[in-house]
């Protein structure tokens, strides 16, 4: 499964239930790009146990304002609906994993 892209629509339905990595990003930004191909490596590794999804900041300001998003890409992990992590900067993938398994 790759990562889903998330829409204001999309968002509460994609972390209700489980764990959701939420990658805030933009097309115009280097980190995000370099961040991209991670997220995509990591969903494929960690598939069935980790929802990957990708809100564009340009495209959905409202999802942005509401997590007071300043600095991207910022990574918010939900479980089960409930913000328990946010990671901002470009994290490696062996970082992402550890972050991860906290809550698996």
Same mark, same amino acid.
Request: aromatic content about 8%; proline content about 5%; some cysteine.
């Given at each position: ?6 829409t ?27 961040q ?6 990591? $969903? ?18 409202n999802?942005a ?5 300043? $600095? ?13 992590? $946010? ?6 993938? $062996?970082?992402l ?8």
């Open positions: 499964m790759a990562t889903v892209t998330v204001e629509k999309t968002f509460n339905e994609t972390i209700e239930k489980g764990i959701t990595l939420i990658d805030f990003w933009a097309t115009w930004c280097p980190p995000c790009q370099m991209s191909p991670v997220l995509e490596e990591l $969903s494929n590794d960690l598939e069935g146990k980790v929802t990957i999804g990708k809100v564009d900041v340009d495209q959905e300001q999802l304002a509401q997590y007071q998003i300043q $600095s991207i890409p910022t990574l918010l992990i939900f479980k089960d609906g409930q913000l328990v992590q $946010s990671l901002v900067r470009f994290n490696p993938k $062996s970082n994993e550890n972050v991860l398994a906290q809550y698996m």
